[in-house]
């Protein structure tokens, strides 16, 4: 059984910083790292929005302007393991964080979340 879990959220103070884990399990070695990834967030009351992508390579990085700069999308393909490097956090960062799997050969895949608050 394929699945995604996050990890990392926490309340933090503006300007602070957080990283962000999305474990994988279930995975071959290779479906994984063919596998593009994102990292969406949704805050109160708020769609949810694609924030950072990153492609099997670790090519193809993108980003939502808001965190352009700020944020960095990184994967470690031997870990099964999707970061989310986040500095000078503002409180409108205040969201939950999610990722989600692309694959290749099945429907994407969402984790449960992990909430990141950002406040003083």
């Known amino acids: 059984q394929v699945q995604l879990v996050e990890s990392g959220g926490e309340l933090v103070q503006p300007g602070g910083s957080l990283r962000l884990s999305c474990a994988a399990s279930?995975?071959?070695?290779?479906?994984?790292?063919?596998?593009?990834m994102s990292w969406y967030r949704q805050a109160p009351g708020k769609e949810r929005v694609l924030i950072a992508h990153?492609?099997?390579?670790?090519?193809?990085?993108n980003y939502e302007p808001s965190v352009k700069g700020r944020f960095t999308i990184s994967r470690n393909n031997a870990e099964k393991t999707l970061y989310l490097q986040m500095s000078s956090l503002k409180p409108e960062d205040t969201a939950l964080y999610f990722c989600?799997?692309?694959?290749?050969?099945?429907?994407?895949?969402w984790g449960q979340g992990t909430q990141v608050t950002v406040s003083s």
């Open positions: 279930g995975f071959t070695d290779m479906a994984y790292a063919m596998t593009p």
């Open positions: 989600r799997a692309h694959p290749l050969d099945g429907p994407d895949l």
């Open positions: 990153i492609g099997s390579a670790e090519d193809a990085l």
